[in-house]
């Protein structure tokens, strides 16, 4: 089973910036599709960013694009979400997730998942 773990999460002033990291367990981290997602109080989980295995494959949610970044160090095992301009609706719960599959991680449907870290936003 992969093994995945946020950190970076904390609290930013609005406009600020501030980088997420997700650690990934085992030797098969090359082989996966890497995922960001939110949940923000009262609200469902929603999609924020995937990236392909190679790294030249990004999809971002319209509500993110332009002001948040993914990437990943293969090498290191990691993966990374930095995340500028932010703003009060950036408040969440921040989940790394990982698939094998595309469709997987865009749609909320990974298999593996860590715990999430927070990030809060204040004005």
């Known amino acids: 089973q992969v093994q995945l773990v946020e950190s970076g999460g904390g609290l930013v002033q609005a406009g600020g910036s501030l980088r997420l990291s997700c650690a990934a367990s085992g030797r098969t981290f090359s082989s996966y599709v890497m995922g960001w997602s939110r949940q923000a109080p009262g609200k469902e989980r929603e999609f924020v960013a995937r990236?392909?295995?190679?790294?030249?494959?990004?999809l971002y949610a319209d509500s993110v694009k332009g002001r948040f970044t993914a990437s990943r160090d293969n090498a290191k095992n990691t993966v990374y979400l930095q995340m500028n301009s932010l703003k009060l609706e950036d408040t969440a719960v921040y989940y790394c997730n990982a698939d094998s599959d595309l469709n997987r991680v865009a749609t909320q449907t990974a298999r593996y998942w860590g715990r999430g870290t927070q990030v809060t936003v204040s004005s």
């Open positions: 990236i392909s295995w190679s790294g030249t494959s990004i």
